[in-house]
């Protein structure tokens, strides 16, 4: 893992633990690297990522990890206190990224950060049945090349 990113971990984590959050959603999990660090810090991890190799990478590690994409993740509503997702939004078109983040709210516990690296042009405007994340706002934070917006409440 890159320095960068290891210290944006590291960051998240600490907010998590302010925060009083022991549990995290880790989209395009990846084989893992980040879970264990999760993990190692005591947050409870569940993985999520579209490559079955991947998803078995993890799980060897120890991981709870399925496969799945991020814009229909098989979650109850609010089924996680917080979401680590700083590489999902990279590289896919706008109407997917809507699609995104709006799932990302929607499994996401109200009020529960998520951590997204957001591409130039911000993010998705909220639809109009209210389903999407507004744009960062005063409750927002940006920490290190990476956005931590919050659940709707």
Do not use: Y
């Given at each position: 893992?890159?320095?960068?990113?290891?210290?944006?971990?590291?960051?998240?984590?600490?907010?998590?633990?302010?925060?009083?959050?022991?549990?995290?959603?880790?989209?395009?999990?990846?084989?893992?690297?980040?879970?264990?660090?999760?993990?190692?810090?005591?947050?409870?991890?569940?993985?999520?990522?579209?490559?079955?190799?991947?998803i078995?990478?993890?799980?060897a590690?120890?991981?709870?990890?399925?496969?799945?994409?991020?814009?229909?993740?098989?979650?109850?509503?609010?089924?996680?206190?917080?979401?680590?997702?700083?590489?999902?939004?990279?590289?896919?078109?706008?109407?997917?990224?809507?699609?995104?983040?709006?799932?990302?709210?929607?499994?996401?516990?109200?009020?529960?950060?998520?951590?997204?690296v957001?591409?130039?042009?911000?993010?998705?405007?909220?639809?109009p049945?209210?389903?999407g994340?507004?744009?960062?706002?005063?409750?927002?934070?940006?920490?290190?090349?990476?956005?931590v917006?919050?659940?709707?409440?």
């Open positions: 893992m890159a320095p960068l990113q290891e210290n944006q971990l590291a960051e998240f984590v600490a907010l998590l633990k302010t925060e009083g959050r022991r549990s995290v959603l880790g989209l395009d999990c990846g084989p893992g690297a980040d879970g264990l660090r999760f993990v190692r810090a005591g947050i409870h991890f569940t993985g999520v990522d579209p490559s079955e190799e991947n078995h990478s993890a799980r590690r120890g991981l709870e990890a399925t496969v799945a994409h991020a814009g229909s993740l098989p979650f109850a509503d609010s089924a996680f206190p917080a979401v680590w997702a700083v590489g999902a939004l990279a590289g896919l078109p706008p109407e997917q990224r809507d699609d995104v983040v709006r799932e990302l709210g929607r499994v996401t516990a109200p009020g529960g950060p998520i951590a997204v957001l591409p130039e042009e911000g993010l998705p405007e909220p639809d049945h209210g389903q994340l507004p744009e960062p706002g005063p409750g927002d934070e940006e920490d290190g090349g990476f956005t917006l919050r659940s709707p409440a």
